[in-house]
């Protein structure tokens, strides 16, 4: 489905093209449908929705790109223990942990592990479902393909910042996870993009094909 949007941009003018229906019926998910395994959930979030709901709008983007970071993994933030900053972290799978990162921008994880348990989903790309105008006027541009499109963008366009750090994604409340009866396409791993260490464990999941999935073209093959 086409729409062209008037976001008051420059490039006003430029179609966002998506599988955007409004009709997509959307389930929230519960805690009890989640793996009680990082590596497990970062698999099962692909295809997955995540939903934002604001005053001035429902803004919502379909998860096509994750990356792992469990229990004991030395590329985690919670592999030196809690802390202030990594404390969300640390609360039963399901919950949000946002941080502000490059000194440019949030990053959102799905805490993955047991209460007092570090380990977490980075979620790295959606795909923009509901909400795009609002999308494309909050990072300043009408290219779909850069919507949603890195952990950065992702946040930028689903207005996710330190405010909805520790929030329940599986409770009633403006941020939620949740599944739609759209299927999924096949979902392939990789190394993890950005690292150093533990740089060789295949904790990256992506939906093939889908244009909305970042990193070297070897990695999205």
């Given at each position: 489905?086409?729409?062209?949007?008037?976001?008051?941009?420059?490039?006003?003018?430029?179609?966002?093209?998506?599988?955007?229906?409004?009709?997509?019926?959307?389930?929230?998910?519960?805690r009890?449908?989640?793996?009680?395994?990082?590596?497990?959930?970062?698999?099962?979030?692909?295809g997955?929705v995540?939903?934002?709901?604001?005053?001035?709008?429902?803004?919502?983007?379909?998860?096509v790109?994750?990356?792992?970071?469990?229990?004991?993994?030395?590329a985690?933030?919670?592999?030196?223990?809690e802390?202030?900053?990594?404390?969300?972290?640390?609360?039963?799978?399901?919950?949000?942990?946002?941080?502000?990162?490059?000194?440019?921008?949030?990053?959102?994880?799905?805490?993955?592990e047991?209460?007092?348990?570090?380990?977490?989903?980075?979620?790295?790309?959606?795909?923009?479902?509901?909400?795009?105008?609002?999308?494309?006027?909050?990072?300043?541009?009408t290219?779909?393909?850069?919507?949603?499109?890195?952990?950065?963008?992702?946040?930028?366009?689903?207005?996710?910042?330190?405010?909805?750090?520790?929030?329940?994604?599986?409770?009633?409340?403006?941020?939620?996870?949740?599944?739609?009866?759209?299927?999924?396409?096949?979902?392939?791993?990789?190394?993890?993009?950005?690292?150093?260490?533990?740089?060789?464990?295949?904790?990256?999941f992506?939906?093939?094909?889908?244009?909305?999935?970042?990193?070297?073209?070897?990695?999205?093959?």
């Open positions: 489905m086409s729409r062209t949007f008037s976001t008051g941009l420059r490039s006003s003018n430029l179609k966002l093209s998506t599988r955007y229906r409004p009709d997509y019926r959307l389930k929230r998910l519960h009890a449908d989640l793996p009680v395994d990082t590596v497990e959930l970062a698999r099962y979030l692909i997955k995540l939903v934002h709901v604001m005053d001035s709008g429902r803004l919502s983007g379909r998860i790109e994750t990356e792992a970071y469990p229990v004991g993994d030395a985690g933030h919670a592999f030196h223990g802390t202030r900053r990594n404390r969300s972290l640390f609360l039963e799978r399901g919950h949000a942990y946002v941080y502000f990162a490059y000194g440019s921008s949030f990053l959102l994880n799905v805490t993955s047991a209460p007092g348990v570090g380990g977490g989903v980075l979620l790295r790309a959606v795909e923009p479902l509901e909400g795009i105008e609002l999308m494309a006027a909050s990072c300043g541009t290219r779909l393909a850069d919507l949603g499109k890195g952990p950065g963008r992702l946040t930028k366009a689903l207005q996710v910042d330190l405010r909805q750090d520790g929030l329940d994604l599986c409770a009633a409340g403006p941020l939620w996870l949740a599944a739609t009866e759209q299927r999924t396409g096949t979902i392939r791993k990789s190394v993890r993009i950005g690292i150093t260490r533990n740089a060789h464990r295949l904790f990256r992506y939906e093939r094909g889908n244009s909305h999935v970042t990193g070297p073209k070897k990695l999205r093959r």
